[in-house]
């Protein structure tokens, strides 16, 4: 893994809230899998031919995909009730529903995408945003990472035959 930077989060998330945003966390993580001996990995296109730098690669990926814990997330994102003004004729009620059931849809995302989504939200939104909007702050790269952990697995499943 990369250097981790001292916050009170513990072993993968503290890895990936040492990154600035979740663009370089991938960048560092295709890095990391390139180091692996027989891996390669050029945008989508991955080869491997070794089974034991494949399920090094999916266990390294799995470890960017760590989630915050769900307490954290509650706790950062239980605050939007009162940040963000309530969309038009939207009783307080149903503002704090919305923001219960975003918290739920966020909660598996990785911890770096948490705190980039909490950030960059502060900064972008005046009223309570949708989760499509939310989601879409990180989407690229959380799907990026998810589509690095299929192909891995793939070639495990594959190397392993």
């Not at 769900?70 to 529903?97: A, G, N």
Request: glycine share 2%.
């Amino acid at each position: 893994m990369s250097k981790v930077v001292s916050i009170s989060e513990g072993g993968n998330v503290a890895t990936l809230l040492s990154f600035r945003d979740p663009s370089r966390a991938n960048a560092q993580l295709v890095r990391e899998l390139n180091a692996l001996s027989t891996v390669r990995v050029n945008g989508i296109n991955i080869e491997v031919d070794k089974l034991p730098d494949a399920i090094a690669a999916v266990a390294n990926i799995e470890a960017y995909l760590t989630p915050h814990k769900r307490e954290r997330v509650e706790q950062l994102f239980s605050r939007w009730k009162y940040l963000f003004q309530r969309p038009y004729e939207t009783s307080m009620d149903e503002c704090s529903t919305r923001v219960d059931i975003m918290i739920e849809s966020l909660i598996d995302l990785p911890a770096d995408c948490i705190m980039h989504i909490y950030n960059q939200s502060i900064k972008s939104f005046r009223i309570l945003p949708p989760y499509s909007d939310v989601y879409a702050l990180v989407k690229k790269e959380y799907e990026m990472r998810k589509i690095y952990l299929e192909l891995f697995q793939n070639k495990v499943d594959e190397l392993q035959k």
